[in-house]
């Protein structure tokens, strides 16, 4: 089982917690489970518990919005380690989910070296139908740990084992037809 470790700006709860809902597929073939800084115990030293949550995942998820963007512990403690931990181990996997539009990539905390989801960065708020994102990202998550890829490079769209309807999604989006009715 596969530990994800959530980092979000708190503004962006709601989203958050959609995408928590996404991933119950895959906690319930076992595959995930998942650590967010809302399941914090009260009196425990939140710095420390956050750190050991992130020491501890195999996935980092950054939920990245403006909001994300603008926090500041989010980049010194939260981004800076999980670089330093891709750093040290390349099993380690990174991956930035587009909340919304902004400015994601960095001097200091590039995260556009990584792909981004959902697909070609298109962020979710921008889905007519959100759940379409959710389920896209939840499909991208379940193919990247069932076969052990990386999140990065072309490669890892074009690849044939993704499901159908995720590659006619996919299809649509970068022909610009996402919102149309039919998938």
Not at 6 to 35: C, P, T
Request: aromatic share 12%; with cysteine.
């Amino acid at each position: 089982m596969k530990k994800i470790f959530i980092s979000y700006s708190k503004q962006d709860l709601r989203l958050v917690n959609k995408f928590i809902e996404h991933l119950s597929a895959l906690q319930r073939d076992g595959k995930v489970s998942h650590w967010y800084c809302s399941e914090l115990e009260a009196g425990s030293v939140w710095n420390d518990e956050i750190q050991k949550h992130l020491e501890e995942a195999d996935i980092a998820c950054f939920m990245v919005s403006p909001n994300f963007m603008k926090t500041d512990y989010i980049h010194e403690h939260e981004i800076k380690k999980a670089f330093e931990r891709k750093d040290k181990d390349p099993n380690f996997k990174i991956v930035p989910i587009i909340l919304n539009f902004c400015r994601w990539t960095t001097v200091n905390n590039d995260l556009g070296k990584f792909t981004a989801l959902p697909y070609t960065a298109k962020p979710v708020m921008d889905f007519k139908n959100q759940d379409m994102a959710w389920y896209i990202i939840e499909e991208c998550l379940r193919l990247m740990i069932d076969n052990d890829l990386n999140p990065t490079g072309e490669n890892f769209y074009n690849n044939q084992k993704l499901p159908t309807d995720v590659l006619k999604i996919y299809n649509r989006i970068v022909e610009g037809k996402v919102d149309n009715d039919n998938v």
